[in-house]
């Protein structure tokens, strides 16, 4: 997918004069918040268990060569074949070279952001190979246009009902329908008979298990079983981050992913799958093949950002950052949006190219606070904050204003005189009323709210009056 | 005790009183307050701008200016989480530093924190009469743990009524740098603070940190609301 | 070179690897994989009659049913009880394995198959299930075809009491040794299919059943 992600600022306006989305954004954030601060209830030990997840995260990330080859091994033992993508035009051209092989002429798919990092729809329609998008909210996408998705888990969050029910008449040719389970059964429906006729299956892979060889899934719609199940193909495409050791660590990451994701105790369907169908089996794919893609990954290895790879993919950070919830996904212009998507976006794109979103946080640390395996997201941005400005990446005014500044606070004496005259020119500006309305030294932020007006001295000047007096 | 106090740089600029009110809080807790006259500011818009060099050379100053008290309160827990938890990392690459970093840490509280378990204040000097609704900023929040002590203090208030608003512990959209970098977001953040805050039908809205209540204060008036009042807590406690 | 080799080695080269670190780490892997250490785990209480009561509880809370009866032989009369409640048809597609039950006893028609589109009511068994989060583990095989559960509307599983263990490492850890090694598709199933993509709001019936409904047989 093409980034727009140097074009933040733009973006992000865009999505504040979208009454639509802005709606659309308020509905979702009270209903992913409150779900989930239920749901960690009912887990007696909530730390402990993002603690362990977290260790057994980063014991991966450890000897992750070694780990990947233990993969390899025991997936290929039970009929998979491994290959590997350094990008995502490869993952596009293993892709279709299993198309041609097999002689593929419909593929379904459940969701998979690596998918959306190659782009891979457009790759499969150029080699003749149809793509057919299942998840609920990413087959809404595709038949609006291939618009890209603004949330990883909830795809469509930015849309409304109105929004669906149009798209649905114009695209099904059916009487337009306004309830939202009526417009699932029409999705359903469409669906089913795609299920049934594809001939390869493409999945994204929550977690691979080492231990064992096998990818687990983890769906609500029930697409990610069919997908897996009904097609003689299946394709995994995952990232090499994804790899966990045993079944043990996957009951564990499973007490917290739905809890952080959607609020649930446990998604509807966790499938875990290993090797191909059996001779006298009745279902399943004959041919399973992982693709496991680097994409960025290798070089955070080892690197100070080590710790976002540990990224369950729930979500939680995006649902719970106050920047997230005022503009929506779109706004961070890659597949990732939010804070997780903020360090991400510029660590497999390129530092230059998303010069914002390291700064498009608060560092309100709410994200640090709910993710399931304690990235640390403040400190990554931070980090990503401080590679720009030693690349000198950043713009050269804001370089020289916190210079200047920082030059007049090392020095007590220049600070107090810039202090004194900077506090007067403000209350002048006042004018005698208790807020500046515009303020051209600091115009974003007058764009949407007053200054409010000093008091006229500063605390050292009446420190020293009060000192000096018997 | 021997206290320093670190006034903060908005407080030095923006409103005086509040570091007053932190000094008589401190010294009704019976501290020797102490105000170091050459301190500035304790660097945190240059780390979170992701200039390693400038912050450092701000946490070496505060560090010697401050290491000799006893303790060091300020009267915000972003600049006291500041100088507590992240002046070990930025001085991390220089040993001896790092270990004057290390020895001030766990002497740095934020006035609430310090007045509440450190100092053990009973009797307050103020008499504020009203409805408050309290906001909790982010870093005092989830770095240092302020959220019992300020309202333990207000709860001291025989004419103090607190009414928690919805989210009281959301981000208010200020950010320090983030409020200029990102104008727009940021007041659109406040907006759903300043609304949330409002519904209590508060008389004043309370906190911590100076940056956020000059955001929520600035936000309040662009929408129009000129009654609501917005104070720092140390304002309410010694209020006359 | 391979992108395997390119990929594998700058991840080598991150991590600092030689021969000499490759060993120890080996050896620190078998380890971890022959100790399957289990993290904190939330209180299920162990007795027999708790698992099946909370196994209860929790599948209500998913939006499914559950019937309880004594033996297995009660099931078809059960399931016919149920689908008549409903009004649901009475041909169902079912696991090869539970088709020598008395159904057309009970007037039910079954076709012992793998499932198709048409398929109104699916009948599987269960490999085991989940006290803690009231979920069924079913297990592919040539007579357990993993599509009964998912293509039907209705899905209706025979649980027997006897199954139900108290988290996911048990339900792995009984496949592993009944079995030898996982098959090649463990379902864990928790309720009818949903989504909450429109507007998160939650709709029963995505793309595979409607309802479930768990025959909890107590004396098996």
């Known amino acids: 997918m093409e980034s727009r992600s140097h074009r933040f600022k733009e973006n992000a306006a865009a999505a504040l004069a979208n009454p639509v989305l802005q709606a659309n954004m308020r509905t979702a954030k009270g209903k992913f918040v409150d779900k989930r601060a239920i749901a960690i209830k009912e887990i007696d030990d909530f730390e402990g268990t993002r603690e362990a997840a977290k260790q057994l995260r980063n014991l991966v990330l450890e000897n992750l060569d070694l780990w990947l080859e233990k993969f390899e091994t025991n997936a290929t033992a039970r009929g998979a074949k491994v290959l590997w993508a350094k990008d995502g035009a490869e993952i596009c051209r293993h892709v279709a070279e299993i198309g041609k092989r097999h002689g593929i002429k419909k593929a379904v798919k459940s969701k998979s952001m690596l998918s959306e990092e190659a782009g891979l729809n457009q790759a499969l329609e150029a080699t003749g190979i149809q793509p057919v998008e299942t998840d609920l909210g990413e087959y809404i996408l595709q038949i609006n246009n291939n618009e890209p998705p603004s949330h990883i888990i909830a795809p469509v969050v930015h849309k409304s009902l109105d929004e669906v029910a149009d798209l649905f008449e114009k695209v099904h040719q059916t009487p337009r329908k306004t309830e939202i389970p009526a417009l699932t059964r029409e999705a359903r429906e469409v669906l089913r008979e795609h299920f049934l006729t594809a001939d390869m299956g493409i999945s994204g892979g929550n977690f691979l298990v080492a231990e064992t060889g096998s990818v687990a899934l983890v769906t609500n719609e029930g697409n990610g079983r069919m997908v897996t199940t009904l097609p003689r193909v299946h394709v995994v495409i995952t990232g090499i981050e994804k790899v966990i050791p045993t079944l043990e660590d996957l009951a564990t990451l499973m007490r917290l992913l739905p809890r952080s994701a959607t609020g649930q105790s446990i998604s509807n369907y966790v499938s875990v799958l290993t090797g191909t169908k059996a001779p006298d089996e009745l279902d399943g794919p004959e041919h399973l093949y992982y693709i496991l893609v680097d994409n960025g990954r290798a070089d955070v290895i080892g690197s100070e950002f080590q710790e976002m790879l540990r990224c369950i993919r729930c979500g939680a950070c995006m649902n719970h950052c106050p920047v997230y919830q005022t503009i929506g996904g779109h706004a961070y212009g890659w597949v990732y949006p939010g804070p997780m998507g903020s360090v991400l976006t510029p660590l497999y794109t390129g530092l230059e190219n998303a010069i914002d979103l390291p700064h498009a946080a608060t560092l309100c640390n709410q994200c640090g606070v709910v993710c399931p395996v304690k990235i640390p997201l403040p400190d990554l941005l931070r980090k990503l904050r401080e590679k720009q400005t030693d690349k000198n990446l950043r713009p050269w005014m804001e370089r020289a204003v916190l210079k200047a500044w920082a030059f007049v606070a090392a020095s007590p004496t220049l600070y107090a005189l810039g202090a004194w005259f900077g506090v007067r020119y403000l209350k002048w500006l006042a004018g005698g009323k208790a807020s500046i309305p515009v303020l051209s030294a600091a115009p974003e932020w007058t764009k949407g709210r007053d200054f409010p007006a000093p008091e006229g001295k500063t605390f050292r000047e009446l420190y020293a009056e009060r000192k000096a007096k018997p | 005790m021997r206290v320093g106090l670190f006034v903060t740089c908005l407080v030095d600029l923006m409103r005086p009183r509040i570091g007053f009110a932190a000094i008589e809080l401190l010294e009704a807790a019976g501290c020797e307050v102490i105000v170091p006259a050459t301190q500035t500011?304790?660097?945190?818009?240059?780390?979170?701008?992701?200039?390693?060099?400038?912050?450092?050379?701000?946490?070496?100053?505060?560090?010697?200016?401050?290491?000799?008290?006893?303790?060091?309160?300020?009267?915000?827990?972003?600049?006291?989480?500041?100088?507590?938890?992240?002046?070990?990392?930025?001085?991390?690459?220089?040993?001896?530093?790092?270990?004057?970093?290390?020895?001030?840490?766990?002497?740095?509280?934020e006035l609430t924190d310090f007045l509440v378990n450190v100092a053990k204040l009973e009797n307050l000097p103020g008499h504020f009469s009203g409805s408050v609704t309290y906001h909790d900023s982010c870093a005092g929040l989830h770095s240092l743990g302020i959220k019992a002590q300020p309202r333990a203090l207000l709860a001291k208030l025989p004419d103090v009524r607190l009414k928690e608003m919805n989210a009281a512990e959301e981000c208010c959209g200020f950010g320090g740098t983030f409020s200029v970098k990102f104008g727009d977001i940021s007041a659109a953040i406040a907006e759903r603070k300043c609304t949330n805050a409002v519904a209590t039908e508060a008389d004043a809205i309370v906190g911590g940190d100076l940056g956020c209540l000059l955001n929520i204060e600035g936000k309040l008036r662009r929408m129009g609301d000129e009654e609501t009042r917005v104070l720092h807590i140390a304002e309410v406690l010694t209020a006359k | 070179?391979?992108?395997?080799?390119?990929?594998?080695?700058?991840?080598?080269?991150?991590?600092?690897?030689?021969?000499?670190?490759?060993?120890?780490?080996?050896?620190?892997?078998?380890?971890?994989?022959?100790?399957?250490?289990?993290?904190?785990?939330?209180?299920?209480?162990?007795?027999?009659?708790?698992?099946?009561?909370?196994?209860?509880?929790?599948?209500?809370?998913?939006?499914?049913?559950?019937?309880?009866?004594?033996?297995?032989?009660?099931?078809?009369?059960?399931?016919?009880?149920?689908?008549?409640?409903?009004?649901?048809?009475?041909?169902?597609?079912?696991?090869?394995?539970?088709?020598?039950?008395?159904?057309?006893?009970?007037?039910?028609?079954?076709?012992?198959?793998?499932?198709?589109?048409?398929?109104?009511?699916?009948?599987?068994?269960?490999?085991?299930?989940?006290?803690?989060?009231?979920?069924?583990?079913?297990?592919?095989?040539?007579?357990?075809?993993?599509?009964?559960?998912?293509?039907?509307?209705?899905?209706?599983?025979?649980?027997?009491?006897?199954?139900?263990?108290?988290?996911?490492?048990?339900?792995?850890?009984?496949?592993?040794?009944?079995?030898?090694?996982?098959?090649?598709?463990?379902n864990f199933i928790s309720g009818p299919s949903r989504t909450g993509d429109i507007e998160q709001t939650i709709v029963l019936g995505a793309h595979g059943p409607y309802r479930v409904h768990l025959i909890l047989i107590d004396g098996e």
């Open chain 3, 1 to 186: 070179m391979s992108s395997r080799e390119d990929i594998l080695g700058r991840v080598r080269a991150k991590l600092g690897r030689n021969e000499t670190n490759a060993v120890a780490a080996r050896t620190g892997i078998d380890v971890i994989l022959a100790a399957k250490a289990q993290g904190p785990r939330p209180h299920v209480a162990m007795e027999m009659s708790a698992l099946a009561g909370r196994l209860i509880d929790k599948s209500l809370a998913y939006s499914s049913t559950v019937d309880q009866i004594a033996t297995q032989a009660e099931a078809p009369a059960a399931i016919a009880r149920y689908l008549a409640g409903l009004g649901l048809p009475t041909q169902a597609v079912i696991w090869p394995k539970l088709a020598d039950l008395d159904w057309a006893g009970a007037g039910i028609t079954v076709a012992a198959r793998e499932a198709q589109d048409a398929d109104l009511v699916g009948i599987t068994g269960c490999f085991c299930a989940v006290a803690e989060t009231g979920t069924l583990m079913l297990c592919g095989s040539p007579d357990s075809p993993a599509a009964i559960s998912l293509l039907p509307e209705t899905h209706i599983a025979i649980v027997p009491a006897s199954r139900i263990v108290p988290g996911m490492e048990e339900a792995f850890a009984l496949a592993l040794n009944e079995l030898g090694q996982l098959p090649r598709a463990v």
């Open chain 2, 41 to 109: 500011c304790c660097g945190q818009p240059a780390w979170n701008s992701g200039d390693r060099a400038s912050a450092a050379k701000l946490a070496k100053k505060v560090i010697a200016e401050f290491e000799g008290f006893d303790y060091v309160v300020a009267p915000s827990g972003s600049c006291a989480d500041h100088i507590r938890n992240e002046y070990p990392s930025i001085l991390a690459d220089e040993p001896e530093w790092l270990a004057c970093a290390a020895a001030l840490s766990p002497k740095v509280f």
